[in-house]
Nanobody, 124 residues
Framework: QVQLVESGGGLVQPGGSLRLSCASAGFSLDRYPTAWFRQAPGSGREGVACISSRNGATYYADYVRGRATISKNNVQNTVYLQLNSLKPEDPAIYFC?????????????????WGQGTQVTVSS
């Protein structure tokens, strides 16, 4: 069964950092682009960052550009999202997906299968 498992969320103070992990089971992530999305209460799911499978190109949404870094470890079959300088507007459940379409200005989910996600909370 194809599965992605998110982890690494938690409670941090404004300005703090977190590294989220997206581990795959059942397939190799280096064959697919992988993206992070987030969903805050009462809001829709929005794209955060994406990494290409072909050349490792990365794409970021405007609201995290300069504060986030997406990376991939093919040996560990894991995609990471480093979030720095966390803001009060960043709290959400963060999800990853391999069914995505990504360009420099679009990070879009193409499927409807989601894991449990990992909760990010920013509070002083």
């Amino acid at each position: 069964q194809v599965q992605l498992v998110e982890s690494g969320g938690g409670l941090v103070q404004p300005g703090g950092s977190l590294r989220l992990s997206c581990a795959s089971a059942g397939f190799s992530l280096d064959r697919y682009p992988t993206a992070w999305f987030r969903q805050a209460p009462g809001s829709g799911r929005e794209g955060v960052a994406c990494i290409s499978s072909r050349n490792g190109a990365t794409y970021y949404a405007d609201y995290v550009r300069g504060r986030a870094t997406i990376s991939k470890n093919n040996v560990q079959n894991t995609v990471y999202l480093q979030l720095n300088s966390l803001k009060p507007e960043d709290p959400a459940i963060y999800f990853c997906s391999k069914e995505v379409f990504c360009t420099w200005n679009v990070i879009r989910a193409e499927g409807n299968s989601w894991g449990q996600g990992t909760q990010v909370t920013v509070s002083s």
